[in-house]
């Protein structure tokens, strides 16, 4: 098949968060299983492309706002994976993806609308006739109804459409205004199209417009179908159950091997594990823990994430102090929300000893977290999917976690059969700790139950081919 793939960020070309890891893997997957995929995203200020070149095309897109153009750069990762960069100066060559320090750009209406449209027009200027158009999350959403409305008869026209999503939180709102400015047809803001009480919902047009709808694990498939959080979309979703799928997002076992990675000090896997005690010491020595040449026996507990509301970092804080007290030692390493940065790196601190926070984002650093810990804290509010748990059981990190979305999916709990972690239902400090204390029990009383519990994790398959299979399926469906 021929698929168009349109997302607003595409590692390691831009990044945000998880959407760009799976518009860089799922599109490899597929096109390693013989389709032909071409990938659509701005070419941003920050992007490092070094490998890509002019294709000497262009597009036009005229909005009632004016008539911006974008050339096409292409970069070719693989055989049959093209990623094709719209590169236009006033929307895309800026510091940020989405916002800068003062807060999201005024004009990513039309930012993402130029995105969304633009990958149509890029296909038709690429002369690439695609099966499916899959878009991904509210900046792609007007996609689905350009293509609906604006294209058909067109060499685009045929194609079928697939609308993901990646995090229902972000939902593109603006101003009624924007109808005007953009030339959207007045009779699809109502309830049932993009009107969302009184302002206009980007992610809407996806859920009204698209063919066929999916989101990252099929937990949160059921989970968004809720008012707990659905968060105000769950009629939309509820209404379209039939068409919404649940397809749990993969990793890059190649990237991340704890085998053959170049971050580690020491290779392991599940049959040798000798080499995760050398990552330990090399983590608690870079962090800056005390006696760094001495492995410690406590527990450590790691955390790589967003620091925002979602990831649970309220529960962190308050529960953290209680860890170290009972004998464990934990590290961070994340950034996002200066609240939490300012009280972490205030903990850390007052506590010195035990506990110790790295305010930022390295890839290097946050291969030696997963390596080098003992388990992994996932505290979740909700998780639509989650990486970082599937690079824990990868790399012999007993995960803990919230019962939540892509983590209910993914983690098993040790009391279980087959259990690969430690989890909790209840969103509250109280069952954060008795989740870590089970862990650090095991780790205290059950050592050889614990380093089961790890092996079965590391031997479990969490590679993208599982996940491509059923999108190509999917995309077969909708093609006919």
Excluded at 329 to 348: P, Q, W
Excluded at 419 to 443: E, I, N
Aim: net charge negative.
């Amino acid at each position: 098949m021929k698929i168009l793939y349109v997302a607003s960020e595409v590692a390691p070309y831009s990044k945000s968060g998880g959407l760009a890891d799976v518009a860089h893997a799922l599109p490899r997957a597929l096109s390693a299983r013989g389709h032909e995929v071409r990938v659509v995203t701005p070419l941003y200020a920050t992007a490092r492309i070094p490998n890509a070149e002019d294709t000497g095309r262009s597009i036009r897109l005229r909005f009632p706002f004016g008539e911006p153009r974008a050339g096409i750069r292409v970069a070719r990762p693989e055989p049959r994976h093209e990623v094709w960069f719209l590169e236009h100066h006033g929307f895309y060559g800026r510091p940020g993806l989405y916002g800068d320090g003062h807060g999201e750009y005024g004009d990513n209406h039309r930012r993402f609308a130029f995105l969304a449209v633009g990958a149509l027009s890029a296909a038709q200027a690429m002369r690439f006739a695609p099966d499916v158009v899959h878009l991904n999350d509210w900046q792609t959403g007007l996609g689905a109804l350009a293509l609906a409305r604006g294209f058909r008869g067109t060499s685009v026209g045929e194609a079928r459409s697939l609308f993901t999503i990646h995090n229902l939180a972000y939902q593109g709102l603006f101003s009624k205004a924007v109808m005007a400015d953009l030339g959207l047809p007045w009779d699809v803001f109502t309830p049932g199209g993009l009107e969302f009480y009184d302002q206009v919902n980007f992610m809407k047009s996806g859920l009204a417009f698209a063919d066929a709808l999916s989101t990252v694990s099929p937990t949160y498939a059921q989970e968004i179908q809720t008012q707990a959080y659905g968060c105000m979309l769950e009629g939309m979703l509820r209404a379209r159950a039939h068409e919404l799928h649940g397809i749990l997002n993969g990793i890059d076992v190649h990237e991340w091997d704890p085998h053959a990675d170049p971050y580690l000090p020491a290779p392991y896997d599940a049959h040798d594990l000798s080499g995760k005690a050398v990552c330990k010491a090399e983590l608690r020595h870079r962090f800056g823990l005390p006696d760094p040449d001495h492995v410690s026996d406590a527990p450590l507990f790691g955390v790589v994430t967003r620091l925002a509301g979602q990831k649970g970092i309220s529960l962190l804080l308050e529960g953290i102090p209680t860890l170290l007290d009972h004998g464990a030692e934990v590290v961070v390493l994340g950034n996002g929300e200066r609240r939490y940065e300012d009280a972490l790196r205030s903990l850390s601190a007052a506590r010195s000893d035990r506990f110790r926070a790295f305010i930022g984002f390295e890839p290097a650093l946050s291969h030696l977290v997963e390596g080098g810990a003992d388990f992994f804290l996932m505290p979740s509010l909700y998780e639509p999917s989650g990486l970082n748990q599937m690079y824990s059981l990868r790399y012999g990190t007993v995960p803990v976690v919230r019962a939540t979305g892509g983590l209910e999916d993914t983690v098993r709990d040790a009391d279980l059969p087959g259990g690969t972690g430690f989890k909790f239902r209840d969103f509250d400090v109280g069952g954060l700790l008795w989740a870590s204390g089970r862990a650090m029990d095991w780790w205290w009383h059950r050592r050889d139950d614990l380093d089961a519990l790890r092996r079965r994790g590391m031997l479990q398959d969490w590679s993208w081919e599982s996940s491509a299979a059923t999108y190509e399926r999917l995309y077969a469906s909708l093609a006919g």
